[in-house]
């Protein structure tokens, strides 16, 4: 799901599928490989499927609002009226959506988007430069994730179809713009009526409309009868199928299980590991499974006085074992990490995780041995180290998430092993952002998920780094040119130095990349582009 959880901005758990940046022109760039596999439950017949209905998705988080520039949470609940001026095929390739072409000018500084003729708004109005001009400066105007936008200059809109938008310094992340619905154009009339209150009534070009709110409970869609524009990984490029699509807003896992088991609920995201032999054995349920766009992590508070040596935290990463952390707190849906960058993030290095895999392996003694070198030995023999009488003790903060709460008892016992106390303590997520912001935390366990390593820039640069807190000139001047370096393989060199320097100066111990389920059923056509993180929902029908 579009979620996620980067899913950033970097709101806690960024849930944004932002991708990686063309080159120069409409060179189309690679994305990096993902798994995703399909399970069929015990086989039964399935009657054939039908048109129209309503599809009914449990989701775990409701949307703050459905005005996708204000929000900082996008995912399939909000961004069902938008649709991205680019997107990313299956197999992780750029390419047009709303624009029938882009092209990024030599210098990098200039980006033209030739919008397609046969695109109109849920009104009936023709999609133009002028409202995709308008959007645009929306969002740098209002938005609380302007800052991705870029150093954006001006635009212009140069005739009807045609849009430049004038950067004071190439912005090679924009591409993930315009393939999330950050950027996505609205109809400027509704958007004229409603100002500030657009996410009431919002009024676009995607393929469901009208949301009909129930906070706390659900919202639900209307289809767009004259969507002929969809995605172009979809089977349909036309009209849903069905006619409506509910997204359900069920927190309790319990609560989510039961309702699928009973039929209620077609499409049910982020599965908890512990269910998913049982739902595998329901007749006709499909498991859909894909890795995240991100990873969780073990962060300190840099700016915090013990952490500032870094024995401290090198001695932590050691301590930490992650193949119990997969095999028993997740049920094995995972795969260990221990790079700042997972693999379904375009900067990914496998001489980086090796790297740091062979640095931070898991190892007790050396653990132990880094906290005495830091002067930290059990000196009264309570299985805690301290230095001058003080132990070594931290508070452990994360969110109310089950997953989490099974990894941070897990890393809670292995800690203790070299001597460090964690004490844990869940908060409910705004709770926590505002203790993150604020830098009245230790330790934390936390995520991220936005696929562009950009988000280095954004969690490590020292002006943005408001969880981890960390600052190092060099880091900072080589996330940087990241930014502005526009050709990919270049780029993607000087995030490997980055992450070379971030392995060695931890600010945070990667721990693993989820594996996202998905249990679907009584419906066909169900897919999920692991590179955007999409569901062309307008391709499902219902079997019964």
Same mark, same amino acid.
Request: glycine letters at 6%.
């Given at each position: 799901?579009?979620?996620?959880?980067l899913?950033?901005?970097?709101?806690?758990?960024?849930?944004l599928?932002?991708l990686?940046?063309?080159?120069?022109?409409?060179t189309?760039?690679?994305?990096?490989?993902?798994?995703?596999?399909?399970?069929n439950?015990?086989?039964?017949?399935?009657?054939?499927?039908?048109?129209?209905?309503t599809?009914?998705?449990?989701?775990?988080?409701?949307?703050?609002?459905?005005d996708?520039?204000?929000?900082?949470?996008?995912?399939?609940?909000?961004?069902?009226?938008?649709?991205?001026?680019?997107?990313?095929?299956m197999?992780?390739?750029?390419?047009?959506?709303l624009?029938?072409?882009w092209?990024?000018?030599?210098?990098?500084?200039v980006?033209?988007?030739?919008?397609?003729?046969?695109?109109?708004?849920?009104?009936?109005?023709p999609?133009?430069a002028e409202s995709v001009?308008a959007?645009i400066?929306?969002?740098?105007a209002?938005?609380?994730n302007?800052?991705?936008?870029?150093p954006i200059?001006?635009?212009?809109?140069?005739?009807?179809?045609?849009v430049?938008?004038y950067?004071?310094?190439?912005?090679?992340?924009?591409?993930?713009m315009?393939? =999330?619905?950050f950027?996505?154009?609205f109809?400027?009339?509704?958007?004229?009526?409603?100002?500030?209150?657009?996410?009431?009534?919002?009024?676009?070009?995607g393929?469901?409309?009208?949301?009909?709110v129930?906070?706390?409970?659900?919202?639900?869609?209307?289809?767009n @009868?004259?969507?002929?524009?969809?995605?172009?990984f979809?089977?349909?490029?036309g009209?849903?199928?069905?006619?409506?699509?509910t997204?359900r807003?069920?927190?309790?896992?319990?609560?989510?299980i039961?309702?699928?088991?009973?039929?209620?609920?077609?499409?049910?995201q982020?599965? @908890?590991?512990?269910?998913?032999?049982?739902?595998?054995?329901?007749?006709g349920a499909?498991?859909?499974?894909?890795?995240?766009?991100?990873?969780?992590?073990l962060?300190?508070?840099?700016q915090?006085?013990?952490?500032?040596?870094?024995r401290?935290?090198q001695?932590?990463?050691?301590?930490?074992?992650?193949?119990?952390i997969?095999?028993v707190?997740?049920?094995?849906f995972?795969q260990p990490?221990f =790079?700042?960058?997972?693999?379904?993030?375009?900067?990914?290095?496998e001489?980086?995780?090796?790297?740091?895999?062979e640095?931070y =392996?898991?190892?007790?003694?050396?653990?132990k041995?880094?906290l005495?070198?830091?002067?930290?030995?059990?000196?009264n023999? #309570?299985?805690i180290?301290?230095?001058d009488?003080?132990p070594l003790?931290f508070?452990?903060?994360? @969110?109310?998430?089950p997953?989490?709460?099974r990894?941070?008892?897990?890393?809670?016992?292995?800690?203790?092993e070299?001597?460090?106390?964690?004490?844990?303590?869940?908060?409910?997520?705004?709770?926590?952002?505002d203790?993150?912001i604020?830098?009245?935390?230790?330790?934390f366990?936390?995520?991220?998920?936005?696929n562009?390593? #950009?988000?280095?820039?954004?969690?490590m640069?020292?002006?943005?780094?408001?969880?981890?807190?960390?600052?190092n000139?060099?880091?900072d001047?080589?996330?940087?040119?990241?930014?502005?370096?526009?050709?990919?393989?270049?780029r993607?060199?000087?995030?490997e130095?980055?992450?070379?320097?971030?392995?060695?100066?931890?600010?945070?111990?990667?721990?693993?990349?989820?594996e996202?389920v998905?249990?679907?059923?009584n419906?066909?056509?169900?897919?999920?582009?692991p590179?955007?993180g999409?569901?062309?929902?307008?391709?499902?029908?219902?079997t019964?």
């Amino acid at each position: 799901m579009k979620k996620r959880r980067l899913s950033s901005l970097t709101t806690i758990g960024l849930s944004l599928s932002l991708l990686l940046a063309a080159c120069s022109s409409t060179t189309n760039t690679s994305a990096p490989n993902a798994s995703g596999t399909t399970t069929n439950a015990p086989a039964a017949a399935q009657p054939a499927a039908t048109e129209g209905g309503t599809l009914v998705v449990a989701a775990p988080v409701e949307p703050d609002t459905f005005d996708p520039q204000k929000s900082t949470w996008l995912d399939n609940t909000n961004n069902q009226p938008y649709d991205s001026i680019l997107s990313r095929d299956m197999q992780g390739k750029l390419v047009p959506h709303l624009a029938e072409s882009w092209q990024v000018s030599e210098d990098g500084k200039v980006w033209t988007l030739v919008m397609r003729k046969d695109v109109k708004f849920q009104s009936g109005a023709p999609l133009t430069a002028e409202s995709v001009k308008a959007s645009i400066e929306r969002f740098a105007a209002v938005s609380p994730n302007k800052d991705l936008a870029g150093p954006i200059d001006k635009i212009e809109a140069v005739d009807a179809q045609t849009v430049k938008v004038y950067f004071k310094e190439p912005f090679a992340p924009f591409a993930n713009m315009l393939v =999330g619905t950050f950027l996505a154009p609205f109809d400027p009339e509704r958007l004229k009526e409603k100002g500030d209150k657009f996410g009431e009534a919002p009024l676009a070009t995607g393929p469901f409309m009208n949301p009909e709110v129930k906070r706390g409970a659900s919202v639900t869609y209307a289809k767009n @009868p004259d969507y002929k524009w969809a995605l172009p990984f979809a089977e349909n490029q036309g009209a849903p199928y069905v006619d409506k699509i509910t997204f359900r807003f069920l927190k309790d896992d319990d609560t989510r299980i039961l309702e699928f088991k009973k039929g209620t609920i077609n499409i049910l995201q982020e599965v @908890p590991s512990t269910y998913v032999q049982e739902l595998q054995a329901i007749p006709g349920a499909k498991i859909e499974k894909s890795m995240e766009q991100g990873m969780k992590y073990l962060g300190f508070n840099n700016q915090k006085e013990i952490f500032k040596d870094v024995r401290i935290k090198q001695a932590i990463a050691m301590a930490i074992d992650r193949d119990p952390i997969v095999q028993v707190a997740l049920s094995g849906f995972a795969q260990p990490i221990f =790079g700042p960058l997972p693999p379904t993030i375009p900067g990914y290095s496998e001489k980086i995780e090796n790297m740091a895999k062979e640095m931070y =392996g898991h190892n007790v003694e050396k653990g132990k041995q880094l906290l005495a070198e830091a002067g930290y030995t059990d000196s009264n023999g #309570d299985g805690i180290a301290d230095k001058d009488g003080k132990p070594l003790s931290f508070e452990l903060l994360l @969110p109310e998430d089950p997953a989490l709460q099974r990894v941070a008892q897990i890393v809670q016992s292995q800690l203790k092993e070299i001597g460090v106390e964690a004490k844990i303590a869940v908060h409910d997520i705004a709770t926590l952002k505002d203790k993150a912001i604020k830098g009245d935390h230790e330790l934390f366990l936390l995520y991220f998920g936005l696929n562009d390593p #950009d988000i280095l820039y954004l969690l490590m640069q020292t002006d943005n780094s408001k969880r981890v807190h960390y600052s190092n000139p060099e880091v900072d001047e080589l996330l940087a040119k990241g930014r502005t370096t526009m050709n990919e393989e270049e780029r993607m060199k000087v995030y490997e130095e980055a992450q070379e320097i971030l392995v060695k100066d931890p600010p945070w111990v990667p721990l693993y990349v989820a594996e996202s389920v998905t249990a679907t059923r009584n419906i066909e056509g169900y897919k999920l582009n692991p590179f955007t993180g999409d569901i062309p929902f307008g391709d499902i029908r219902i079997t019964k």
